[in-house]
């Protein structure tokens, strides 16, 4: 299954080191030509749990044409997708597939919008976060889950979960339920990604006081809210403690929020506390705190300039 990779940030660099080790035919497309260099002239690094090596992966820029794809794995960020289409356009092979991981609501629609019934829907909770340009850290093997809008288990959505399934460590699988399990990420996302960036803390952090732990339940209940409106089945029953065991078990991460932050980089909220905003108020519902966090980290991005430092 010839592959293509689009959006060489962190997890696009894990998943694509991932599949050459397993020896895929995998090639990267990237839109930053310093990027596309350095990685031509040094490789690229990735150490943490897969281990410390140097890459050379084929990369390419988003401008190039390097063939066309059997599948293409769109992992850029949500606000970046709909640039993705141009690509998408000259290097998805005739009957070839897309597959969309990425963080947020709308990237499947902006997708499947361009390109009818090719389109499959996933998540991933692989870990990986950028040190330095062309260097990254695989900080968690994860699951990921792939699956068909309608529910359907279908032999393409299985193709997909196999050639994936190649990769070391993790586990790969199907789902009937592809939507829920989008939202489901998309709930745990909201609770832990703008308050853990906003504080300037691990996600360990969060819920070790009344305050933080508050906060997660009112992030919580407002995007139940929403799923009950929509009739969307989760896939646990409790959002709450679900976030809890999630902010346990990636206690010394530093949510892909911050890292943005830091970085100076333009964040996701639009498409995770944001979406959730613009669906509660489609929906006539009210959700004060997620409106606040998602004003909150655009007001910060705004004033990034401005920002007071310490002597």
Known sequence: M???IIGCGALGSVV?????????????IERDPSEVALIRQKGLRIDGVSGDRILCPNIFHCDDQ??????VLVLVKAYDTQS????LAKILATSGLILTLQNGVGNYETLQAAFPGRVLLGTTTMGAMTVSPGYVRHTGFGTTVIGEEDGRITDRTRAVV??????????VQTTDNAVGTVWSK?????????PCALLQIRNGALPQNPAGRRLIH???SECEAIVRAKGITLLFDDPEERVLEVCKGTAENICSMLQDMRARRKTEIGYINGALTQEADRLGLSVAVNK???????ALEATASWRIHAD
Do not use: S
């Not at 390097?66 to 599948?71: A, E, I, K, R, S």
């Open 162 to 171: 196999q050639f994936l399934g190649t990769m070391k460590g993790g586990t």
């Open 2 to 4: 010839r592959t293509a």
């Open 16 to 28: 694509g080191g991932l599949l050459l080790e397993a020896g895929q035919d995998v090639i990267f």
């Open 186 to 194: 998309l709930i745990i996302n909201a609770a832990i990604n703008a």
């Open 218 to 220: 009112e992030i919580v």
């Open 292 to 298: 606040t966090l998602t004003l909150l980290i655009e």
């Open 84 to 87: 993705a289409n141009p690509i």
């Open 66 to 71: 390097p063939g066309t794809f059997d599948l």
